[in-house]
């Protein structure tokens, strides 16, 4: 089978890093996998690749054209689309999914997947319309939540299904039996309120004066949050040390994950907390926390936005190791139920489905393009 996978970029991320864990999974069953993106770091692919998937950077052919970027980009997926005609083609993020499908028409059917939360990001939102529009094309559209796939259109919603993010446990997790080493990982941006947080620490301070925040991540809003960490007077007691020198190395220090974001699409540090015993508390947002977080089991979930609420649960939390204890070792359902091999059998069979309709519009015979149906 050929296998098409277009993402927005070869950077850090979490959709990049699901592309290219299914991109070397599908090539090591005998596909033949391309991988394209818009943009690429000059240094290469931030995720590393089998020598046998074809790389394609789409910005890097289309120039500087007279017509705007996205129609560069969308005449870039028609190009590629008809010079490699899979049988199968996934594409990640609305942008991106939208140019897809417009670029493939019913010529090859596209798995369409929606990483974030289009209801809530600051895009122009013709692009959300624009995909509500298009999704009757998709083969599939995969969302990462429940609560994502019930709020897409009703008559999307039956061809719509849920496949999690894979997250395997992080060796190495050992907390204090103190319990004050708080820790959040992120973009500094808007949406991983940050800034709630850092005032939910003055409120901690108060009743834990011994608590201690660290924030993993870089962006934006690094000047604003620090500012306003000092303006708290809360120096000492929240750092912003810039990104984790190691995948996972936030995880083996620290005793409680907090999530103070708006809105998340899947938050993949919640899932690499819960699965390596590490407690959490986090806002009730859309979506995911409430898929991952069973309230008094494995963390504690708290009222959307409710910064005094969230003060309330982390210091419940932190003066309480015998519930830390517990929550701990809650652990192994999530375990079962995000493990690689899990969810990559669920993306297998989303794409074996594609194929066989791929197959039946083109009159092959039943098996031919699609011969890992089963895996």
Known sequence: MKVLFVQASFGAGGTEKIVAMLAAHRAELGDEVHVAAMTCPEAGSYFDYPDNVVLHVLDRDNGRGLLPLPLRRLASIRKLVRALSPNVCLSFLT????LTLLATGSSVPV?????????AQKAHPIWRRAQNALMPRAAAMVMQTERARQDLPARVQPCAQVIPNPCAPIDGVAPSPGGKRLVAVGRLDHQKGFDLLIDAMSLVREKQPDARLTIYGEGTARASLEAQRDRLGLQDIVSLPGKSARHGEWIRTSDILVLSSRFEGFPNVVAEAVVSGLPVVAFDCAYGPR???FDGVNGLLVQDGNVGALADAIGRLMSNPTLR????DANVRLQQKLAPETILALWDRTISDAARKEAF?????AGEGYSHANA
């Open 291 to 293: 898929e991952l977080v």
């Open 361 to 365: 519009n083109r009159g092959k015979p």
């Open 325 to 328: 204890a517990a929550m701990a």
């Open 95 to 98: 942008k991106v999914n939208v």
């Open 111 to 119: 798995i369409a997947s929606e990483r974030n939360n289009p209801l």
